[in-house]
């Protein structure tokens, strides 16, 4: 039983309390159940947008997604994102966008 809880209940609760938000201002990452953690990246401060797909993603049509910036902490991994080559497309289309002066002139806090 603890088995199962370790290896199988704790990554559905993990992955069914995770939420990762891009707005037009800023990217928001979110989990927990009873201790939560929360990391906030205004979008003119990320610094690259890069994907990294294993053999089994591929199978699963997934990936991971990493969001980078240049702090201290530096990336965030979204794990197990549906056509995670896609996404990666949208996300650094919509920053260089950002980039050529689409942005409101604020840093998204």
């Not at 979110?30 to 929360?38: L, M, N, P, T």
């Not at 497309?89 to 998204?108: F, I, N, T, W, Y």
């Amino acid at each position: 039983v603890v088995v199962v809880l370790w290896f199988v209940v704790r990554p559905f609760l993990r992955w069914l309390t995770t939420t990762y938000t891009f707005t037009d201002r800023r990217f928001i990452a979110r989990s927990g159940v009873v201790a939560k953690e929360g990391r906030t990246i205004p979008l003119n401060r990320i610094s690259g947008v890069d994907f990294d797909i294993g053999v089994l993603d591929r199978l699963l049509g997934c990936g991971t997604l990493v969001v980078s910036d240049a702090s201290v902490e530096g990336r965030v991994e979204l794990h197990d994102v549906p056509r995670v080559e896609r996404v990666q497309l949208m996300v650094a289309q919509e920053l260089h966008e950002l980039g050529e002066g689409r942005s409101r002139g604020d840093d998204g806090a």
